[in-house]
């Protein structure tokens, strides 16, 4: 297998694209969606079963990392490859979205950041050589620029200044990344929902170079209009032949729209943690187990669906487990999340090499209209 990393467009269909991430640790196939393993575990599940849903790549959290066990400790143990039993890709974020969520735990300077931990109150500082350095000591095969992300609605003047420190940090993130053939780099577009602001941050990382690009700075409370309306120029403004990510999206709508405009990669917390809180994603919408109304039901949860929890168990048992405070219902009920996720994925891959996505899509939104959907 090739030692260096590339990607290859093999169809589109409008602005939905599929093609091929390859690294030295394995392929990616896009668009994909990435499992969050924040703290060097996807919650409730084993790595293989993680895979065995489809994923062909994890995210890993450079804030939490750092913070516990610590980077050089993983490092020392071989890799967080090594350390978390997960031989394929791995991409890091930068930590600049966890650090700046932080409030008053934080002071923001040209630097970097300098922070308290949530953990015990210690002091902590990151800029972009730390960031750089930690995902380097963490062994992650794409490594995210660490760039500074305020939450919207802000006003313009904000949204530029920050979009501005986070290109100079791009440059300086380049710098310290070094060459490492066979990793990559990263660039984060800024901007808000401004889309000449969006333009000059495109451009400038370009200036630099990078070997993929993210759209950061959405699904921070601009809504899910207003994150569309911005994704409908925001990847155009990206290399075509680069893989573009967007950052913490989201729900399978939200999945579905994104691709739709353009977008290759996505990570979201959101599989997992509504499986440890009873939500179970599914063709049809929101199934939420806890509702007393599963729990003399003896259908699966999706009929169509081959995970585990579809193949072996009733409504009735998830239910019952959920109300039991039993584990294996956040493992049972992840494992499908992240099954459909995968499964939605796959679906829009094949439809985009066959030109059907538009067709794909309008079935995919008319099943969840006419479907079995619980109150949230």
């Known amino acids: 297998?090739?030692?260096?990393?590339?990607?290859?467009?093999?169809?589109?269909?409008?602005?939905?694209?599929?093609?091929?991430?390859?690294?030295p640790r394995g392929e990616i196939r896009t668009p994909a969606f990435m499992p969050v393993g924040t703290a060097a575990t996807v919650k409730a599940m084993m790595p293989e079963s993680v895979r065995a849903t489809g994923a062909d790549i994890l995210l890993g959290n450079t804030y939490h990392l750092m913070l516990r066990p610590t980077a050089e400790r993983i490092d020392r143990l071989g890799g967080l490859h090594k350390f978390m039993n997960w031989e394929r890709p791995i991409l890091t974020d930068s930590g600049g979205f966890q650090v700046m969520s932080l409030a008053g735990l934080r002071k923001l300077t040209e630097e970097g950041v300098t922070f308290k931990s949530h953990i015990d109150g210690s002091k902590h500082m990151l800029s972009p050589e730390r960031s750089m350095e930690i995902q380097r000591l963490?062994?992650?095969?794409?490594v995210m620029c660490f760039d500074e992300c305020p939450a919207l609605p802000a006003d313009r003047d904000r949204i530029a200044e920050s979009m501005h420190l986070s290109m100079r940090w791009a440059k300086r993130s380049r710098e310290a990344f070094g060459d490492r053939p066979g990793h990559a780099l990263f660039g984060?577009?800024?901007?808000?929902?401004?889309?000449?602001?969006?333009?000059?941050?495109?451009q400038a990382l370009q200036e630099i170079g990078f070997e993929g690009y993210a759209v950061?700075?959405?699904?921070?409370?601009?809504g899910q209009e207003a994150m569309f309306g911005c994704l409908d120029f925001a990847?155009?403004?990206?290399?075509?032949?680069?893989?573009?990510?967007?950052?913490?999206?989201?729900k399978p709508d939200d999945i579905v729209g994104a691709v739709k405009r353009g977008i290759d990669m996505m990570d979201c917390v959101l599989p997992s943690?509504?499986?440890?809180?009873?939500?179970?994603?599914?063709?049809?919408?929101?199934?939420?187990?806890?509702?007393?109304?599963?729990?003399?039901?003896p259908r699966p949860l999706d009929e169509n669906c081959t995970c585990p929890a579809c193949r072996n168990y009733s409504r009735a048992y998830l239910h019952h487990v959920f109300r039991s405070n039993e584990m294996i219902s956040g493992m049972l009920l992840t494992w499908h999340n992240l099954h459909y996720f995968q499964q939605i994925?796959?679906?829009?891959?094949?439809?985009?090499?066959?030109?059907?996505?538009?067709?794909?899509?309008?079935?995919?939104h008319a099943m969840r209209a006419q479907g079995d959907i619980d109150p949230l």
């Open 1 to 23: 297998m090739s030692r260096e990393f590339s990607f290859t467009l093999s169809a589109t269909d409008g602005a939905a694209r599929t093609g091929t991430i390859s690294t």
């Open 216 to 222: 950061g700075g959405l699904a921070v409370g601009e």
């Open 345 to 364: 994925m796959q679906e829009m891959r094949d439809a985009i090499a066959a030109g059907t996505f538009a067709q794909w899509e309008a079935e995919f």
């Open 273 to 297: 943690r509504s499986g440890r809180t009873g939500q179970a994603f599914t063709r049809h919408g929101v199934v939420n187990i806890k509702n007393a109304r599963h729990q003399n039901d």
């Open 188 to 202: 984060i577009q800024q901007g808000g929902l401004e889309e000449d602001l969006r333009a000059e941050s495109a």
């Open 138 to 142: 963490l062994g992650s095969d794409i």
């Open 235 to 250: 990847p155009g403004q990206l290399p075509v032949d680069k893989p573009r990510y967007l950052m913490g999206v989201g």
